[in-house]
């Protein structure tokens, strides 16, 4: 992993617009981007009452959890997590190496539906991470400064 | 890991208190959330067990003009500090920029403190890192307690790398020195950021 | 565009279907039509297990790829196909076409073929 991640305003607009495309054929009510640390890459959808950023943070660390308790019994890792609610649902997968993606939706769409399209956006999105990834901070950075 | 978002002009950082067990990471925490301006934050999030003691991790992110021309996010986690609480301990590592190391300054906690500093470096070789990799405070904190370890005593045990860092005595619970630690170690992950980006730019 | 869950809707409309559903591999509902008698999660579970078992079948008896799976019973049919992405099947009545059944359905797993074909 990188020291650093950099995001062009580019990049982000291909992030966002997959999580849009995936929403609008999953009929799903919010998608929220992340890598493992729980930092937030993209948020898109319904966001009124809920805290993105604290979701990020509480999947992250539902997702590395779940990731230790697969070590400890050989699995490999668990790819998706699922935590259904009576209204609102949540479905967590793995996007390439380092990245995480959250849905959440109602009882309007089902579970296979948000998996069959979450799958499809995961492939995008691990696309573009993987080339945020790969670049080597030649970024154009101009002339960051701390403010005195 | 930093991020540095172009379309969003964010700049986001990892905090990580760590440090033994009661020795006043999620009371610098809380201080910080009482203190900071709504605007400046969000709620803080503990996952806790019913005695207060931290489970998993404390969250609480904060917004600053720190850098020119970007919005500045910091992170900041604490660990749990009891020792069995190792799995999550590390968990909460990935990613770090930056460490508060948060000791008890009472006697009978050196030994607890400097088995705390053992175990974070172990944590981090486990990410490839080392010492010298993140940028890294001390603070000598309960200041407060009669039997308080004297601070060179404290430098003794804890700053006794190749590279000595800065340390800040504290009083937790009463705020004292709690801004004075997280200003020094802020500027410290972005003056590295900034010197890594220069530098890759040649 | 239409939606892979207006593409199963639709194939409802069609006349003498009484139901639709599409069903991933492993059993979960992707999108359903049914009428409420009939639970989704049921017909699910049996749909995929007649589709993995039909496709084994006819690759095992040499009979090339399946194409679809027809089920009478005395009340209506049941319609299978594979759609990629997971089997699409109806419902229908007794006095359903079976031509044009079948025909819709083909057509509606083209149509989901090209919606999903980022993702499986
Ligand atoms: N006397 C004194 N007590 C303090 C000070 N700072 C924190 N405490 C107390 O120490 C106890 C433990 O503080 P916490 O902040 O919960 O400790 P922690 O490091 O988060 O502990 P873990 O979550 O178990 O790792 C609490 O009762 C605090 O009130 C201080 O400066 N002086
Ligand atoms: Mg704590």
Redesign the interface.
């Known amino acids: ?9 580019d ?3 291909q992030l966002d617009s997959i999580l849009r495309e995936l929403l ?2 999953s ?1 799903a009510k919010t998608a929220i981007l992340l ?5 937030l ?1 993209s948020t898109q959808g319904f966001t009124e009452h809920i ?1 993105p ?2 979701i990020a ?2 999947a992250a ?1 539902a997702f ?2 779940t990731r ?1 308790l697969a070590k400890m019994i050989g699995e490999e890792e668990f790819t998706v997590m699922f935590h259904q609610g009576r209204r609102d649902h949540i479905h967590l997968s793995a996007v390439g190496k380092d990245a995480l993606l959250v849905i959440i939706f109602e009882n309007t ?5 948000v ?3 979450a ?2 956006a995961a ?2 999105l691990a696309s573009i991470l993987r080339i945020i990834n790969q670049r ?6 101009g002339n ?4 005195q | 890991m930093s991020t540095v978002n172009f379309a969003t002009r964010e700049i986001t950082c990892k905090i990580v208190y760590y440090g033994p067990g009661l020795s006043g990471k999620t009371t610098n925490l809380l201080f910080i959330h009482k203190k900071v301006p709504a605007k400046h934050r969000s709620d803080m999030v503990s996952l806790a067990t019913d005695g207060d003691r931290t489970l998993f991790f404390d969250f609480l992110p904060l917004v600053t003009n720190a850098v020119k021309g970007f919005s500045t996010k910091f992170q900041l986690y604490t660990v749990p500090g009891q020792v069995f609480y190792n799995a999550t301990r590390k968990l909460v590592l990935q990613g770090v920029d930056g460490i508060v190391f948060v000791s008890d300054s009472a006697w009978n906690r050196m030994n607890d403190n400097h088995e705390s500093f053992v175990n974070m470096k172990e944590n981090l070789s486990e990410y490839g890192l080392t010492i010298e990799d993140v940028p890294y405070v001390l603070q000598f904190n309960k200041r407060d307690l009669p039997d308080a370890a004297p601070v060179e005593y404290m430098n003794h045990l804890l700053n006794r790398e190749k590279q000595r860092v800065p340390h800040f005595e504290s009083i937790a619970i009463r705020g004292i020195g709690v801004f004075e630690t997280l200003n020094a170690i802020s500027r410290m992950v972005l003056v590295k950021l900034i010197s890594e980006l220069s530098q890759n730019k040649e | 565009m239409a939606s892979v869950k207006k593409v199963v809707e639709r194939l409802s409309q069609v006349k003498g279907v009484v139901g639709s559903i599409l069903v991933a591999k492993d059993g979960l509902v992707v999108a359903s039509n049914l009428s409420v008698q009939v639970q989704d999660e049921i017909v699910a579970a049996m749909v995929s297990a007649v589709g993995s078992t039909a496709i084994k079948a006819t690759e095992m008896m040499e009979q090339g790829e399946l194409r679809n799976i027809i089920i009478e019973g005395n009340n209506g049919k049941l319609f299978l196909t594979d759609a990629d992405v997971g089997y699409l099947g109806v419902l229908t009545s007794t006095e359903a076409n079976m031509g044009l059944v079948r025909l819709e359905l083909m057509e509606a797993a083209e149509t989901l073929k090209k919606l999903t074909s980022g993702a499986g």
Do not use: C, W, Y
Not at chain 1, 1 to 9: C, G
Not at chain 1, 109 to 113: F, N, R
């Open positions: 992993m990188p020291r650093h991640r950099f995001i062009t305003p990049e982000q607009k609008k054929n009929d890598d493992h640390g729980g930092f890459m805290d950023q604290t943070v509480l660390g590395s959890t230790e769409t089902t579970i296979g539906m998996r069959l399209f799958r499809e492939k995008k080597k901070s030649e970024a154009p950075m960051i400064k701390l403010q």
